[in-house]
């Protein structure tokens, strides 16, 4: 469990706190088009307000690649922040993040009050973890949180580097939440455990298969990257999405499932399609017998049963990447079928960031998970078994 300290272990009265949030949010014509990862930072925010620190908000958005982007300025988030929050969150509008109109903002703050800095990413040291932005960061503050658990798999100074400089740092209740789920379904999880993957590639998640094959029941293949296990058992895919040089490794887990008795699940039907486009005549196939010039693009309705009814059983769901191009109305069937399986059961569900949190969103069964991660890349690794140089770089209890 975790051992690091959060943000209960702290005293910030009177103290400087930096936050690193996950303010990476879609942005339309300068209006914020999803705020969820802004509402998932609040409880971190006003439990700091309320315990009288001074609450200093960092966070990236988008790849500004080091220099100022003003369509990639924080700005609309502090506005949208201060409603949320009933109280003036200050922008410190400066270029190189750390500037003169942050070290006043900071200066100036009483206990309880909030100042959100620029885009960290438009300084280019931010992402190769620089000792001198790093330092910049950490001058403003006493004390480091870190709660931004979708950037926490990669070392950057806003997220590891700041740690270094400060009196003491912790993760805030997002990550503490993040790490529980993910890392206790992972690795100490009610069986039996199922875990469902899809998406377009094998070679994105080629660690995940391999991890979870040593932990799960029983593991759902399913998406763009099951042509490839479908061409490993002989299959022909037409114009499906296929990775050859994938193929081999696809036989070599197929192979380790039967070794491990877990029970390994790939489409048996296929939706096919001509054209990549949702208006566009379709029909379902044997998976593994899809003629030339056509391909898959989501799965048949015998596999959405099948998948459907390993879920039924199960007391951990763990599901990273959608089973269909569900962007289109006609190939969104496999992936709702999923979501909906998972609605439906009494069990810890964990939605893996990325693709299936939006389609789980978009489909309207958000509340109905237990756990909807806000990190897709961080959530893989984690998937994977790997330590998040995020988590690791804060305190220990």
């Known amino acids: 469990m975790l051992q690091k300290k959060t943000v209960d272990d702290l005293k910030v009265q009177g103290k400087r706190v930096l936050v690193r949030c996950d303010f990476n949010v879609p942005l339309k014509d300068g209006v914020i088009t999803d705020e969820n990862r802004i509402t ?72 309880g009050d909030v100042v959100l800095l620029e885009n960290t990413r438009y300084r280019k040291e931010e992402t190769k973890n620089e000792e001198n932005f790093s330092k910049e960061l950490a001058s403003l503050a006493d004390i480091f949180v870190n709660d ?22 912790a993760v805030g209740y997002l990550m503490e939440k993040e790490i529980a789920f993910l890392g206790n379904a992972v690795n100490n999880p009610v069986r039996p455990f199922v875990a469902i993957l899809g998406g377009s590639k094998v070679s994105d998640k080629i660690n995940v298969i391999n991890n979870l094959l040593e932990k799960v029941d029983t593991l759902i ?14 299959g022909h895919v037409g114009e499906s999405l296929l990775e050859l040089d994938k193929v081999d490794y696809a036989r070599e887990m197929i192979e380790k499932a039967k070794e491990k008795g877990v029970n390994f699940l790939l489409p048996v039907d296929t939706v096919i399609t001509k054209e990549f486009k949702n208006d566009t005549e379709f029909k379902t196939v044997s998976t593994g017998e899809i003629p030339d010039g056509w391909m898959g693009l989501d799965i048949g309705e015998k596999t959405r049963a099948l998948f459907a009814d390993a879920i039924k059983g199960a007391k951990t769901v763990v599901w990273n990447g959608p089973m269909g191009v569900f962007e289109m109305e006609n190939f969104a069937k496999g992936t709702k079928a999923i979501a909906e399986a998972m609605a439906s059961i009494d069990a810890t569900t964990i939605i893996g960031g990325g693709d299936s949190a939006a389609a789980v969103n978009q489909l309207g069964y958000g509340d109905k998970m237990t756990h909807i991660s806000t990190g897709g890349g961080a959530s893989l690794e984690f998937l994977e078994g790997k330590e998040l140089p995020g988590v690791v770089a804060v305190d220990d209890k």
């Open 40 to 111: 998932a930072a609040l409880p971190t925010i006003e439990k700091l307000i309320k315990d009288g620190g001074k609450v200093i908000l960092c966070s990236h958005m988008g790849k500004p690649k080091g220099e100022p982007k003003p369509e990639l300025s924080l700005a609309p988030v502090a506005v949208r922040l201060s409603e949320l929050l009933g109280k003036e969150v200050v922008f410190a509008k400066d270029d190189n993040v750390v500037g003169e109109n942050a070290k006043k903002a900071v200066a100036e703050m009483k206990d």
């Open 148 to 169: 931004a658990f979708g950037t926490s798999h990669r070392a950057h100074c806003s997220t590891v580097g700041v740690t270094a400089f400060v009196e003491e740092s």
């Open 221 to 234: 293949i399913g998406g763009g990257m099951a042509y490839t296990f479908a061409v490993a058992q002989g």
